[in-house]
């Protein structure tokens, strides 16, 4: 059935506001602050047969763009073990090798029927705050399986043909430390799955199903059709990039990762030989997720591209067998952000050296997931986890954005107030760093400092981080910025983990403090070609003392107007 341009561009944008509104509908619900603040959750539609990715909110995580279809897919592969699927069933499962992230990631998944048809799917996913394991906040740097970093659920019916199953909730909610807050996100989730069916009644009701089935269809296939342009477009040729992971939690020794980006014609490989093999530690990635992975950085090299399968149709992405980016059951994954940051890296240093107009420096490459847990006075729980920000790269059109989030996302980083409100804690600082940013004609983004002193007698803190060891790249001869730095106070002092970026256990009392310095985004061409006056500009402004500015800058700054 062929669809004219004008009902094509309404239906994508009906299709895009139930996405959204799904999105707002869990943000506004959740009861934990990484979904109601940061807003680390994602909501789609799916293809009835392959589970591809129909049409995604635009306020969810991009990562979970290509992740949430392995999701859909693992659903679909398990109701056609029980005759398909049935309306009025809703799935539930969190099980990263088989639907992508970390097991903190709660994924629901729902049929839609349309005349007794099925029609599509429809998904949530959002970040749950605790789901069981051997650390609170499920961030376990030294996990050596799955089963150390929280409770595994397999894709089961949470709803079977309409009817709520008590155990599977029951279940749920003795394998967390917080239920309270578990069954609030578990509602949010299922109220934004319901508005889905409803949005969607209404458009099927106004176009009918075979106009907007069409639609879809014709979107993919567009989709695909701009992406083979947009390849097309640039220069064929391979180039390879190596960057690396301060360690696995476990061992010291940094971990490789590599990628060879060739372009023939109107194809793009990504190639992933040489990276290091499955580790003992959780740094591990499920192969959806290192795809997934893939899509997001193409989105960034290509940003006017849909949020849509089509356009992974001319990717090929190679990722070799028994590497750390294809872990299978039931190695950890839990530090996944850790990893998919690198392999973003990798990807913009490889892209900057084809297409250097088009790519950003290396941003800060690091959620450094902090969890602080302890017990209030009443004896009642409370486990404050967050991820926190830092400088991004510098541009082909200006220096990168201070203290920002990761660019897996567009999530939000929790105000200081919510987490004082909710927590035991206070924050001493929480600041620009200076001379964290990477030099270069376009400098790369200030890092941040961030320093939380606990308010209750005594609490136990866990990091989880990276760039402590290799700190994130310039292109185009730009500079690196700033490494991650992490300490903590104890009755001796100061002190640092052992493994640099990655500790757990840290034992805190009454008005001890934790402090992190975050990394600065890498800078954009060569730091002689910036001008003295912005040069001068940063110094004022506190980005940069003199010292610094003279050793990256040269003295020229110092008679600038």
Known sequence: MSIDGVTLAVLAGRMEQIADEMDATLFRAAFNPIIAEAHDASHGLYHAETGDTLVQGKSGLPIFVGVMSFAVKAVIDRCAEEGGPREGDTWIFNDAHLGGTHLSDMRLVRPYFRDGKLFCWLASVGHWHDVGGAVPGNYNPQATEAFQEAFILPPVRLIRGGEM??????????????????????????????????????????????TVGAALD???????????????????????????????????????????????GDRMTLDFAGTAPVTAGPVNIALPTAVATAYVAIKHVFPDMPANAGVMRPVDVRVPEGSLLAAEFPAPVGGYTETILRMIDVIFSAAAQAVPDRVVANAYGTINALSIAGRRANGTRWVMFSFYG?????????DGLNHGNAPISTATIPPLEILEAAYPV??????????????GRHRGGLGAIYEIELLEERAEAFLFGERGAFAPKGVAGGGDGAMNHFDYETADGRATPPLVSKMTGIKLTRGQTVRLETPGGGGYGPASERPPEQVARDVALGYLTEAAADAAYGPAWRTAP
Do not use: C, K
């Not at 993919?220 to 220069?235: D, G, K």
């Not at 400088?391 to 082909?396: R, V, Y």
């Open 165 to 210: 199953q008590r155990d599977v909730v029951d279940i749920l909610m003795r394998n967390t430390r917080l239920p309270a807050s578990a069954q609030g996100d578990l509602n949010g989730q299922l109220g934004a799955l319901d508005l889905g069916e409803t949005r969607m009644d209404e458009v099927l009701d106004e176009y009918g199903a075979a």
């Open 390 to 398: 830092g400088g991004h790269g510098g541009t082909p059109e200006g």
């Open 426 to 439: 206070m924050f001493r600082q929480w600041a620009l760093r200076p001379n964290s940013a990477g030099a």
């Open 218 to 264: 014709a979107l993919s296939n567009r989709a695909e059709t701009l992406m083979r342009a947009e390849i097309a477009a640039l220069p064929d040729g391979r180039w390879e990039a190596e960057d690396f992971l301060d360690n696995d939690g476990i061992s010291a020794d940094p971990l490789p990762i590599r990628v060879a980006l060739e372009i023939a």
